[in-house]
């Protein structure tokens, strides 16, 4: 992707699934009034930490890519409402995924490695439906985020186990 990209900053929609893309210019920071950006289907190892910068940013798809971790900045995208992450190498997600206060929807599926304290993402009191089929996240720790976020439904392949009211 050309770093003129960052020329755009009056752009609300930005597609480029399924692109081979290895890397993102800092320039993306520049798309202030981005509202959905679709990463999908790449080959992207990290993100800029500009990506923070997309305040208004509602729906970010980075499924199917080689991520490995997600920069702290993540935590500054106020008005992300879905984060798509499945079928990554993320291990740990970052503490400040927490701050993602409008967050309703987080799929963390096929993240093979992935484990995570309920710490970590038990502040998102919108989070309607979070998805774990595939990750190393274990039966106690899906039932302590349960226990912290009653309305979230946990996806994992077994929802009577968790999701008992």
């Known amino acids: 992707m050309p770093k003129e990209i960052g020329n755009l900053s009056s752009l609300k929609y930005l597609s480029v699934g399924g692109n ?17 950006l679709n990463l999908g289907i790449n080959k992207l190892k990290k993100l800029p930490e500009e990506i923070g910068k997309l ?43 927490g701050n993602i206060y ?24 919108n989070l309607r439906g979070i998805y774990l089929i595939g990750t190393k996240i274990g039966l106690a720790q899906k039932k302590a985020l349960k226990k912290r976020l009653p309305k979230c439904n946990i996806y994992d392949g077994n929802p009577r186990k968790i999701n008992k009211r």
């Open 20 to 36: 081979i893309l290895a890397s993102l210019p800092q320039e993306i920071g520049n798309l202030s009034f981005l509202e959905t």
């Open 102 to 125: 409008s967050l309703e929807e987080l799929s963390l599926e096929m993240n093979e490695n992935l484990s995570c304290r309920p710490l970590e993402i038990s502040n998102l009191h």
């Open 55 to 97: 305040s208004r940013l509602e729906i970010l798809n980075l499924d199917l890519n080689k991520l490995k971790k997600l920069p702290e900045e993540i935590g500054n995208l106020s008005s992300l409402t879905n984060l798509y992450l499945h079928g990554n190498d993320i291990v740990k997600l970052p503490r400040e995924i």
